[in-house]
């Protein structure tokens, strides 16, 4: 694998440059030395993550070989999803359920990556665990972050863990869920602390949301589940609704709803 300070389009967890009025230029590789414990805490060193901004590249081992985030995802969607540590039993869980959904990222051309803070050897003894409990064969591949490289890079951590990390030791990782767009760019950030199992049933609506928003141009009602009526963003007219929507509803001048049938089933 090429070392990170040779690959420049990639993050490379180095100090950053701001030209004057200009984005943030990140141009030297990481250095251990230079932050205590070697990770990345300043606010220098983390990028912002918003929805809409380009999900930061980075290069990783991981369960599957050594990856490019960027292209791995390559033109598809991507979830990203953390763990806090392997042969932890929320964590175990949660695979095991992500495993089991394959058919159904796949159908909706999403690619899956999970990350944990352990490295492979203990990936791929902890991926047998889960394939047993949950009678599944998970087939995605898991980041190797026992640095917490990526974690850093992604704040994916715990802020006690921030303040304690003298005493505590490694941070654990919190179970962050990134939904990233085929233009790389994030879509949706979920936060979850160790303690709370994550709902694959919400990650995959939201995708749903997204995707169906993407392709008809209509926003998406509290607790939507496809099928459901959706609703015409303000900035169509209702006439230019009329026109563009079979049975527009008018609850409100500004709440107008449409079929949600939009011929988007997968
Ligand atoms: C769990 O997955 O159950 C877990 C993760 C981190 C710390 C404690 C428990």
């Known amino acids: 694998m090429a070392s990170y300070a040779s690959r420049s389009f990639v993050h490379s967890f180095g100090p950053t440059f701001r030209a004057r009025g200009g984005p943030s230029l990140r141009t030297k590789p990481f250095s251990l030395a230079r932050y205590t414990r070697g990770y990345a805490t300043s606010a220098a060193e983390q990028p912002r993550l918003r929805l809409g901004s380009t999900a930061p590249n980075f290069l990783a081992k991981t369960t599957h070989g050594d990856i490019d985030f960027h ?31 394959k058919d159904e990222f796949e159908k909706r051309g ?65 179970r962050s869920v990134f939904i990233i767009d085929p233009a790389k760019k994030i879509r949706l950030i979920m936060l979850y602390p160790a303690s709370t199992g994550r709902n694959t049933a919400e990650v995959l609506r939201v995708i749903d949301a997204l995707q169906l928003g993407d392709k008809k141009g209509v926003t998406t009602p509290i607790n939507w589940e496809m099928g459901d009526d959706v609703i015409v963003p303000p900035s169509v007219s209702t006439e230019d609704a009329k026109k563009k929507f079979a049975d527009v509803k008018e609850v409100r001048p500004y709440l107008r709803f449409t079929t949600g049938n939009l011929n988007n089933s997968h």
């Open 71 to 101: 292209k791995f995802i390559d033109n598809s969607w991507a979830i990203l999803f953390s763990h806090p540590a392997d042969f932890t039993p929320v964590c175990t869980t949660e695979l095991g359920a992500f495993a089991k959904l």
């Open 110 to 174: 999403v690619k899956m990556i999970g990350l944990s803070a352990n490295g492979l050897n203990s990936h791929d003894e902890w991926i047998k665990d889960i394939n047993e409990i949950s009678k599944t064969n998970l087939q995605f591949p898991i980041i190797a972050d026992s640095d917490r490289k990526v974690a850093f890079l992604y704040d994916m951590v715990d802020q006690q863990d921030l303040d304690n990390i003298d005493e505590k030791g490694v941070a654990y990782t919190i």
